[in-house]
């Protein structure tokens, strides 16, 4: 019954909808309960959470840590590690799914591959291990046992709001993680990633975050796309990226967990790349735009100062990621871009920033002052100096646009020298 009803979409790394429309409702009945307590826990604590909001201050990011990218077993196995290190990034999210086991020898050859890389181990659920805790138990000793050795982190479960992926209430979510966690007091080294829930819709990640579960998350990590409206600079309900986070970051400030917080997926679906494209065309954008709105999504959540690691989804997957594996191994200009940004920005501070009609943004390295540009549309605000485009090449004078530029002055210089 399971195989028919959540079936796997290899094209795009998602579950397929649930086609059962008698299961559905069977799912939607049984979720009923908890649903409730979940939106009476919200509205409980919407004045806090506000209160909070409003009078979080501004953070420094640690530069170090933000960059990380998703890397899959089933995607460039064997060339993930040269392209990894020629990212410059450290940080890897790699999923290892629980009906899977069977391979667990190739995940681990594949995770000791990325030598010196800070890796997180992202547990995909099923219904069979949500159902089973004797199960779970039995698989996550196994994995805990042979990973131990080689990741820092587990993120237990993924997009856990989406009935999709197997989790029909939050309740469940907290069982599996209670499982997770008495499994992991046997290997005090490896933290603990939750709640893992997907898009803006934190009335879930306040439900496990406050419950009667006692359980408590080391880092808390969500999905938080954006795509589906547009540019990471617009709104919803009034909320743009950094307020989102702002506001995500107030949520786990009030909880018990470590005000330690990640995003594990991010990422724009690619236009004309069906069936590989996560979402329809309506929501998909041109290479170009994807290459921006990447760099404009980091540079805005190190504005923040709240994200410990963001994590681009994914290296190699043709709809959504850095490559484009239709026709060969194919660098997409984002792929580059990343690479710049990286490079420029990995070992540098964050100084100031001013987000307005134009958005600046001054970093300091140990030998440069880095300042980067962008608008949301194309401007006649020309800018001199030694300038490099969104993909590293240089210039003397450029407008700003809607690809960030980067500035760069070696510190002890006067402007304009």
């Known amino acids: ?35 409730l307590k979940m939106f009476a ?13 409003l009078f979080i201050g501004g953070k420094k990011p640690d530069m170090g840590t933000l960059f990380g990218m998703g890397v899959n077993l089933d995607q460039l196995p064997e060339d993930s590690p040269a392209l990894i290190k020629e990212l410059g990034i450290s940080h890897l999210l790699i999923r290892l799914s629980l009906n899977d086991m069977a391979n667990l020898p190739r995940y681990l050859e594949f995770v000791q591959s990325f030598k010196g890389a800070k890796v997180t181990l992202n547990i995909l659920q099923d219904r069979e291990h949500i159902t089973d805790p004797a199960l779970l138990e039995r698989d996550l000793r196994t994995i805990f046992e042979t990973f131990a050795p080689h990741i820092e982190a587990m993120q237990i479960g993924n997009a856990i709001n989406r009935k999709k992926w197997a989790f029909f209430t939050m309740g469940e979510y907290m069982r599996f993680f209670a499982v997770a966690r008495r499994v992991q007091r046997d290997y005090p080294h490896i933290e603990l990633i939750g709640s893992s829930t997907i898009d803006f819709e934190y009335h879930y990640t306040i439900r496990t975050l406050f419950n009667g579960f006692k359980q408590r998350f080391d880092k808390v990590a969500s999905l938080l796309y954006v795509d589906r409206r547009g540019a990471p600079e617009n709104r919803q309900m009034g909320f743009d990226l950094f307020k989102k986070i702002k506001l995500l970051y107030a949520i786990v400030a009030l909880s018990s967990s470590p005000k330690r917080l990640i995003i594990s997926e991010m990422n724009w679906p690619i236009s004309h790349t069906a069936p590989y494209a996560p979402t329809s065309e309506k929501e998909c954008v041109s290479e170009e735009v994807y290459r921006n709105y990447l760099v404009r999504t980091y540079l805005i959540a190190a504005a923040t100062g709240m994200v410990e690691t963001m994590y681009w989804h994914q290296l190699a997957a043709s709809g959504y990621g850095l490559i484009d594996l239709r026709e060969g191994v194919r660098k997409r200009e984002a792929f580059e871009a990343m690479r710049v940004m990286v490079s420029f920005l990995q070992k540098a501070r964050l100084r100031s920033y001013r987000f307005d009609e134009t958005y600046e943004m001054r970093f300091e390295s140990d030998t440069h002052l880095i300042e980067v540009f962008w ?5 006649r605000q020309e800018i001199e100096g030694e300038l490099y485009d969104i993909l590293g090449k240089r210039h003397k004078r450029l407008h700003i646009g809607q690809a960030p530029l980067y500035r760069l002055r070696k510190i002890g210089t006067k402007k304009g020298e």
């Open 1 to 35: 019954m399971s195989d028919k009803i959540f079936v796997w979409d290899h094209h795009s790394d998602q579950p397929y909808p649930i086609a059962d429309r008698a299961y559905k409702k069977h799912i939607y009945k049984k979720a009923l309960p908890d649903m």
């Open 41 to 53: 826990t919200s509205l409980a604590l919407a004045p806090a959470i506000a209160l909070k909001y």
């Open 375 to 379: 608008a949301t549309a194309q401007t």
